[in-house]
């Protein structure tokens, strides 16, 4: 065997790296793609998005801003407007109060308020989740307040993979696209590691379809219908619940909008039982949505009850047991499963 | 004054009064005895720019194809200034399929990517926007520039400060203009704003900032001349707040009665008889030309409304369509 | 019969003119009441909320303000902090996104982030709602973003009493409380009107407790959930629908939170039959919200699938065909309840 | 100087200096060999002030019980200066039930309702809700002021512009106070700010604007009097920009890589040991007083470190309570 039949060393990264690399793979295929943020420069993104981005493309392209967010976003908007296709960071999804309007009234209206006119070719990305005492102004998910709002596509990604391929689809998408990424699924060396958060993936472009449920694990007992870290966890669940005899099939959402009903539909429908874990707040939000979708199909799918593990409806407190107290931990989504196994 | 055309900035504005005149007219035709905001063939909230004809023309005078306008919920004056096509326009305020956005906008949300002209009914929101444009038009490589147009009482805004911040920092090719009414709907700019000038407030970011007062046309064409002609060489943002005038009400209906002692000297203070006082006295002007000036303005605006009303409407399907490109 | 004997003419007035009412009553009792809000002053509330104020009160207690919701706001709770009771007006609901932050992040969650040792008791009202072609940024309810963030009491009255006693707990409260009225049932003569937003009202204090549902109409074929100006519809088309024969049960939620799940549930245990009428989004919001209630409860409850009827996720188009194709009217409504019963 | 009390300003930055040394040292204890951030005793992020204390002391000694005070995510300082007490603040930094809120605020929350005392992890939201606490003060007869606190970054964000505007409108008994450290995270002033004082913006709303430089704490103590001065005597609201220093990283974990040359010198620009040679050199300090004012610091700031970690946590049930009132 010569060296080259040798398949190389399957290449692993984190979840940061795959997103930043995704990017760089559209910079360089279109001059119009830039980045605009707090910190995204020099430093590479709070939590690693745009790492190494500033070395290859220069401050031009990646271009650090004041604590204006209300002015970049809105600047995003326009520029994407006149044809280029920025890619925005807000730090924290919980700042999205300071600039909310361009997002929800001009971001996301502006296509259609022209009749289809103009266009808003942009992807705004921001980190989300708690889990490492950042209490109640830096925690939080927040997907439901987005999903809620037309106008907007929503990637939610949970593992490396999905984050470089839903990135370069939401770089091409004619759309506005927001990308949540959670901060402890980016497999930064300074948080909570879980092993999920860095895997094999493909050096080349390739794209993650937005709007496709991925069925992360197969299953037949019960269904659990989750996104992002949760995701994580629900798989190491899953794993230590086999050994119980209890088989859990994971729905990965990856995308609220659109959100893919007839994934979560077919699962609901083979395991007639169906857990949703959401990070998020519990009221009006993801699991609602979720409980709507089943039950306006066919509310007699469900053998067992319909279950939600999300946040009380509390914000999230500071002290360790405190936060893991509202969390949807591990523990908490094993003993849901078990419940509803009974 | 350079390229001054006179008789061009009168008919401009006379143009745009018509067609705001008219409006007024159609607005009010169909929701008598009483004012009904959803009723009628124009309905929901009407903001016209009678007394502020000035501003738009005065601006829009120096700007070419390609150059941008972001305009606020009171938008007429600049979308027609800045050569926004007026029977699409009128379409789209009649809500029909033949207007700018297939009536999904309305009169608060008038778009027309090929004149880059949009406007936004969220107060000063418009301006971080012009911001965005202007970044373009610096990376493409182009001289253009973005006018960002607001009220006095937007410029207490957040979305006022950021911007006007970003584009100094940034040598955006940014105008901001600041149409000064003196109202902010009842509000009267001494209950609203500290200061008395918002020039001043753009030297708190390094910026040239110019106020025009009395409602000048030719001073608003001349401040307007030297902002823009900064921004398209490359030499950064300016502000120009112009002192204009609120005709009319805050929007159609508007009673107006705490508008107080103001409301008895405001047809005295229409720019528009004044400036044609200017022209006859400069002989550029003869009754006959006022005439025939307003004339052909209201055969466009007879048109476009002859557009509008003829074109067709929507249907419920229709509103589902465009949510996503 | 002496003339005092005969009973007074009962006084009617208009949902405007009873929000007003509640708040002067609380401002002559506890001198720490005060208005705040663009032209809630010498205008009397762009939707009539603060009619007839500024006259008894005065530019020391009933404020103009700038346009600066981020500043005023956040000056409201800052009064609260230090013992004030601010009623505090945002224009309409549409403009949160200039402000979100100071609602979200402080209005909500200084009392839980200071371990309960501060309090915020601040009345945050604002219109909401469409009809009448004001386009997709001044059109919106969004009740459904409000309710999925902890920390704010959300209330919605559909009637002139409700609105009226709602009032009056609300500046009682020692929770911020965002209190959304419908410019549609407001009464105004510059609307089109609904006799419904014309009642009787006494003159005097009382108080509608927040968190409790009203049985607006009793019914045992199908319930409707429902709230605000839709309350108004629902209870036009069961009028309508009884003569076809179908009893339809109205819920008046008046409350998202707290949400009165019992009023829901012991309704829908006697009809069946569920139909959710809701004027904010379709997705991720209330509609959902109350599938989840059901399910979790019993999805065995529900005799004929779930069913709502909102806002498709789609902005709020200007022309009266397009807006009327996207609101939940009176004739969407009845198609809807019919398709239930058949 | 009116006032002045030398040693006591001294002794005030030591306390400080001695308080975010001895959390820089626990919060690292447990996250090594790397830093975890939610591991350890103190978990999450943690802006310490070292460097700053000329700013929050310099303004802090005017102020009486009453006068509030809106901080942002970097508070300790303020808090200290201001009378919040080290052990309930240091246990609500380790998330303990004795903690100002029973440890579900952390260290950006810190909320002491009996100094009037609050802070904010969200840039500039402080400066509005200092305008209220300053409303009511007014409202309430009192000659009590508001002090609003954020970073140069902060300067940037739309709420400082609505609360400048405010305030001077309303002739409020406020003072922003802007601590300029240079950065904002790794964002220097330069690639921030359009212009180079804070000050010039105070123009715009008709307000004092006064910028310190040089990180002195009796600049400060001056400029500050002043400005509170003029604030209760009902006189309106001032700026005032403070040059200072960020000594270590934005939050701890920041390597700082982006600072290039800046942190060189930033040991010689140290506030507390130039404040001590000066003391040294007008007779007001002796070597030995140096290390009895350490000493009394370390002593106060053990006795905290030992409340907290000697007090309950709380439990997961606990995090339901205090949603509603
Ligand atoms: C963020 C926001 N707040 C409030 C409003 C409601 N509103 C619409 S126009 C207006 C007054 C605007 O005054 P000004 O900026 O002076 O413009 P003018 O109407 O005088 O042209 C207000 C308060 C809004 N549209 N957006
Ligand atoms: C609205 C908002 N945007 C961004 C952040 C993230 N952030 C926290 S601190 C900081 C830098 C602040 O800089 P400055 O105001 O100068 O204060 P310093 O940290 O230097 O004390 C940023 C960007 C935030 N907390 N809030
Ligand atoms: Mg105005
Ligand atoms: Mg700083």
């Known amino acids: ?80 407007v006149e044809g280029m296709r920025p890619v925005v960071e807000l730090m924290f999804i919980d700042f999205y109060g300071v600039c909310m309007d361009q997002i929800t009234n001009h971001m996301a209206k502006i296509h259609y308020e022209s009749g289809g006119n103009v266009n808003v070719p942009m992807v705004l990305m921001s980190a989300v989740g708690g889990g490492y005492s950042d209490a109640a102004q830096h925690s939080q998910c927040l997907w439901g307040t987005f999903a809620h709002l037309p106008g907007i596509k929503v990637v939610v990604p949970s593992n490396p993979y999905d984050a470089k391929g839903l990135m370069i689809s939401a770089i091409r998408d004619d759309n506005p696209v927001l990308y949540l990424f959670h901060k402890g699924g980016q497999g930064l060396v300074w948080m909570e590691k879980n092993p999920r958060s860095i895997a094999e993936v493909p050096e080349e472009e390739f794209t993650v379809p937005i709007g496709k449920a991925a069925v992360a694990r197969e299953g037949r007992d019960v269904t659990i219908v989750t996104l992002s870290l949760s995701v994580q966890h629900s798989l190491d669940v899953a794993e230590q619940l086999a050994s119980e005899g209890i088989n859990v099939e994971v729905v990965d959402l990856r995308s609220l909008v659109p959100l893919d009903t007839e994934t979560v539909l077919a699962s609901v429908a083979k395991t007639g039982r169906v857990l949703v874990v959401d990070e998020d707040y519990r009221s009006f939000g993801l699991t609602g949505e979720i409980a709507a979708v089943i039950s306006e199909h066919d509310p007699g799918m469900l053998t067992k009850p319909f279950r939600r593990l999300a946040v009380p409806d509390v914000p999230i407190p500071y002290a360790r ?3 893991q107290g509202v969390l949807p931990t591990r523990d908490k989504i094993a003993a849901a499963v078990r419940e509803l196994m009974a | 004054m350079n390229e001054l055309n006179r008789l061009d900035l009168y008919k401009q504005m006379v143009r745009i009064r018509q067609y705001e005149a008219r409006i007024l007219q159609e607005y009010h035709a169909d929701k008598s005895p009483a004012w009904d905001i959803g009723a009628g063939l124009i309905p929901g909230e009407m903001h016209l720019s009678a007394g502020q004809e000035p501003a738009a023309v005065g601006v829009c005078a120096h700007l070419k194809k390609g150059d941008a306008i972001t305009a606020p919920h009171r938008p007429h004056h600049f979308a027609l200034a800045h050569g926004v096509d007026m029977n699409a326009m009128t379409a789209e305020i009649y809500g029909r399929l033949t207007g700018l956005s297939h009536g999904k906008g309305g009169h608060m949300h008038l778009f027309d990517p ?42 207490n805004q957040g979305a006022f400060h950021e911007s006007l911040n970003l584009a100094a920092l940034w040598n955006l090719p940014v105008v901001f203009v600041i149409e000064d009414n003196d109202w902010a709907i009842s509000v009267p700019r001494s209950h609203s704003t500290a200061n008395t000038s918002n020039a001043d407030r753009a030297l708190g970011y390094g910026m040239p900032g110019v106020r025009v007062e009395d409602n000048d046309v030719e001073a608003v064409f001349e401040a307007a001349g030297a902002a823009i002609a900064r921004a398209r060489n490359g030499d950064g943002p300016s502000l120009l707040e112009i002192h204009t005038l609120r005709l009319w009400g805050h929007f159609e209906g508007d009673a107006q009665a705490y508008r107080g002692a103001d409301l008895d000297t405001v047809n005295d203070r229409d720019p528009i008889p004044r400036y044609a006082a200017t022209l006859t006295e400069l002989g550029d002007l003869t009754e006959d030309d006022v005439a025939t000036i307003a004339a052909a303005a209201d055969a466009e605006v007879d048109a476009a409304i002859e557009f509008a009303t003829s074109s067709p409407e929507p249907t419920a399907a229709d509103a589902l369509d465009h949510v996503f490109a």
Request: charged share 20%.
């Open chain 2, 114 to 155: 090929d004149n880059h002209f949009s406007c936004s009914g969220i107060i000063a929101q418009g301006y971080p926007v012009a911001c965005g444009q202007a970044m373009a038009f610096k990376r493409q490589g182009t001289d253009h520039v973005a006018i960002a147009v607001a009220g006095e009482g937007a410029a």
């Open chain 1, 1 to 80: 065997m010569t060296a080259t039949e040798t398949p190389a060393a399957a290449r692993r990264i984190t979840t940061a790296k795959a997103m930043s690399e995704g990017i760089a793979l559209e910079m360089r295929n279109d001059p119009n793609v830039f980045v605009m943020g707090e910190d995204v420069g020099a430093y590479g993104g709070i939590f690693g998005s745009t790492t190494d981005l500033f070395d290859e493309f220069g401050s031009e392209r990646v271009i650090d801003t004041p604590i204006s967010e209300t002015g970049f976003i809105g600047a995003g908007i326009g520029a994407a």
């Open chain 1, 321 to 323: 047991p405190l936060e």
